[in-house]
């Protein structure tokens, strides 16, 4: 609750303090919580924006192995053993055994897969025009920051604790 004198948004709740909508992980929390969101509204309620980067890396490379998918998609191989999980109990992706070592798993999509990406691809890039419109200026300078910045991230947080 607002005290008398304090700073008040137009949804007339207290002012986010400057600190915070300065902090870099304040921002990014908030991209990601408004792009899922936006997600869910606009492309599918069930389907996740990660299990769709899988099905588009499986699509890409077919029959990759899922801990290399992990790596490429950059999710965890606990995470990618439960989206993979998931999207095989819906038929999108299909799992085989590698000849060589049977406790690899190489990755495939089913037809109901294929079916599934083609029906979302559209309504992806539309959510991802509407989102960088006021951004189509220097678009690719902005997604080659952002790719930079992750992988600095991703570096710091696999990287020695302090």
Do not use: F, N
């Not at 801990?67 to 439960?82: I, Q």
Request: charged share 25%; hydrophobic share 40%; glycine share 8%.
């Amino acid at each position: 609750m607002s005290r008398e004198g304090d700073a008040t948004t137009s949804e007339g709740g207290p002012a986010t303090p400057a600190v915070i909508r300065q902090a870099p992980g304040y921002l990014a929390r908030r991209l990601h919580q408004a792009y899922t969101a936006a997600w869910a509204r606009r492309v599918d309620p069930v389907l996740t924006g990660p299990q769709y980067a899988v099905l588009v890396t499986v699509e890409a490379h077919p029959k990759l192995d899922q801990g290399s998918l992990a790596t490429t998609v950059a999710l965890d191989r606990s995470t990618m053993a439960d989206v993979c999980r998931r999207l095989e109990d819906r038929g999108l992706i299909e799992r085989t055994q590698a000849p060589a070592d049977g406790r690899r798993k190489l990755l495939g999509l089913t037809t109901d897969g294929r079916e599934a990406l083609a029906r979302l691809r559209g309504r992806v890039s539309d959510l991802e025009s509407e989102l960088m419109a006021d951004h189509v200026t220097g678009l690719g300078e902005l997604l080659e920051h952002l790719d930079a910045l992750s992988r600095r991230w991703e570096t710091v947080a696999t990287g020695p604790a302090s």
